[in-house]
């Protein structure tokens, strides 16, 4: 309302809706409707009228490696390792710090506050990765094959009550979100500034038997994955407090099923090829 103000129009005349769809970063226009039913108001919103100094960043790079030998009756191996790091200021389209899944309306750009000291490294961001795959034909009927995943961790955030210059004056949560600011223990933290989540670390087993009674079609195999039960947590909460200076008792914790890696299971599997 203060822009169209300033502009010469008069925010009692329009319809001004509690929440819009903008570009970050860039200058947007917005067709608000008339409260007398004439039609619609035309105003234009910059960056600096948001309050933003940034545009929305998402940056990945990385580098592939891998060596391979071909099957040759015999066995098959290939190692893949991978370098890489997302890094910017918004995630994408869902926000993993929150577990916010409603695809493109995240609290991200809500508020200009929400975005100070959001760069750094995104919530996905996982800087090595290793998978190392081999299979054994021991005979015409047999074969073993194994599976190795290594992962590093992934970024973790701290989020806590609004700790900037002017937090005293709009009580330390400006827009009404809690413990959704960019600072820990009253001091800024950037994204993924708070440390990083444990490796993983996964070995997968399997061995398959085709009978030569059936021509090799018929296939039975049996699959153990997560041989070592490696439940590495890999996901945890970054709210740090429940109310101002009160210390949230799952920060920093898994806190959900889907936080921690998956436990040790079997596949039995059965299959005929025509």
């Keep these: 309302s203060d822009t169209l103000e300033a502009a010469g129009g008069d925010p009692s005349s329009v319809t001004i809706p509690g929440c819009v769809m903008f570009n970050p970063g860039e200058t947007n226009t917005y067709n608000l409707a008339n409260t007398d039913g004439s039609g619609y108001t035309q105003l234009r919103m910059s960056q600096s009228d948001w309050g933003f100094t940034d545009k929305a960043k998402r940056n990945y790079v990385a580098v592939d490696l891998f060596i391979e030998h071909p099957f040759d009756e015999k066995w098959y191996g290939r190692v893949d390792y991978t370098w890489s790091h997302l890094y910017g200021n918004t995630e994408g389209q869902v926000k993993s710090d929150l577990g916010q899944a409603d695809i493109s309306k995240t609290q991200d750009w809500d508020a200009a506050q929400l975005m100070y000291y959001a760069g750094g490294n995104l919530a996905n961001d996982r800087r090595h990765q290793l998978k190392a795959f081999g299979a054994y034909q021991f005979t015409p009927e047999w074969l073993a094959s194994a599976t190795l995943r290594v992962m590093s961790g992934t970024p973790k955030s701290c989020l806590g009550y609004y700790a900037g210059p002017d937090a005293a004056a709009v009580n330390y949560d400006p827009v009404g979100y ?47 994955f997560n041989v070592l039960n490696d439940r590495s947590v890999n996901r945890v909460s970054s709210t740090n407090e429940v109310t101002r200076r009160t210390v949230s008792n799952t920060y920093g914790l898994g806190t959900e099923a889907w936080s921690y890696n998956q436990p040790r299971y079997m596949r039995l599997t059965a299959s005929y090829d025509f």
Excluded: M
């Design 178 to 224: 809690g413990s959704s600011y960019h600072y820990c223990y009253g001091q800024p933290v950037s994204a993924g500034g708070a440390g990083e989540t444990p490796w993983i670390k996964n070995l997968d087993l399997g061995v398959t038997y085709r009978p030569g009674f059936a021509d090799h079609k018929l296939a039975f195999s049996l699959n153990v």
